[in-house]
């Protein structure tokens, strides 16, 4: 299972900054910052339901984990983002053929994994329809690119509450740039 040290997210929703500082000690998400707060906005997340939680990308982190070692998707884990508590689980689909686009660097076989997202906690007090407690879908598809290294998405589709699917494809892969130095 994947064990983050931290999470930090930053960005703005409806021109209003967002900023998640999280950091995880002993498996325990210790939120050290969280713009905007909304605390009077959400129901409170149980600290049973945080307890041994991860992030998004450690999720998609598991994943890959998973694909590299047994060729398979299947994996379920609890996410916690500072607001909302979640569990996510993935199961494999089949080898697929993802034709070319001019959006996405991978044309090819890929593995799809189908997910499902189901948010347990951290509903907003305003979220009393059953169409915002229903879980959310998306597909993963992996293939690896460089022999020896793991499986990486290569095109997400996801459902969102905010603004209904999305589509996400990789469109540059480029080697890491080291910063090892060699003393002799």
């Known amino acids: 299972q994947p064990r983050p040290e931290q ?43 945080q307890q041994n939680s991860v992030d998004s990308p450690s999720a998609v ?22 607001r909302r508590a979640s569990e996510i689980s993935a199961h494999t689909v089949d080898q697929e053929v993802l034709e070319p686009s001019n959006l996405s660097m991978f044309t090819g076989q890929a593995l799809r994994c189908d997910f499902i997202g189901q948010m347990q906690a951290g509903f907003l007090h305003v979220d009393d329809t059953p169409a915002d407690r229903k879980p959310l879908h998306g597909s993963a598809w992996l293939a690896t690119l460089v022999p020896g290294a793991p499986p990486l998405p290569v095109r997400l589709d996801f459902q969102t509450r905010w603004f209904g699917p999305a589509r996400m494809y990789l469109t540059r ?12």
Not at 173 to 184: D, F, K, R
């Open 173 to 184: 892969l480029q080697p890491a740039v080291s910063t090892e130095v060699a003393v002799h």
């Open 7 to 49: 999470f930090h997210a930053v960005g703005e929703w409806r021109g209003e900054p967002n900023d998640t500082l999280i950091d995880y000690l002993h498996g325990q998400p210790v939120i050290q910052r969280l713009i905007p707060s909304e605390v009077d906005k959400r129901e409170p997340v149980p600290l049973a339901l």
């Open 61 to 82: 982190a598991l994943m890959i984990r998973r694909v590299q070692e047994t060729g398979r998707c299947e994996a379920s884990v609890h996410t916690f983002d500072g």
